[in-house]
């Protein structure tokens, strides 16, 4: 066994330095040593992007990274979208929209959109389904989604987040 390390980054803009072993992935430790949840793991290795969150602003799957890999990293997670009691506009269009079904796709799917909406908010159509395409929804609510986050796209150009 090799001997855990201590890492740090910051989740959520919170300073977090913990202690793992090398082979730990970047999920386990948001969840397991953060105490943050709402990343979830659905194949653990690279398929589903349930575990999508934003590394220095850039979506990840972060079952596939080791957490040794993020040291000194800027991650944001779910947890990090609502400014308090305030939903960010993804949140409050995926309800708006009935963009969930189980939920268990969900985190995902809002930190990539997130990611893609902030490095292209003028995104079209064609390159959000693309986008889009690269997580997996079980309960295949795709339209549902789309429609969510070309609303959110709308309102975060009009300042909304
Ligand atoms: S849990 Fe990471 S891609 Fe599926
Ligand atoms: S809402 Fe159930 S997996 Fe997407």
Known sequence: MTAPREVSFT?????????VEPRKTLADTIR??????GT????????CGACTILLDGAPVRSCLMFAGQAEGAEIRTVEGLADGDKLHPLQRAFIDRHALQCGFCTPG???????VLEREPDIDEAGLREALASNLCRCTGYLNILDAVKDARAAMKAGGG
């Open 11 to 19: 989740v959520n803009g919170e300073a977090h330095t913990v202690r």
């Open 32 to 37: 397991e040593d953060c105490g943050l949840t």
């Open 40 to 47: 979830h793991l659905g194949c653990e290795h690279g398929v």
């Open 109 to 115: 799917f809002l930190m990539l959109a997130l990611g």
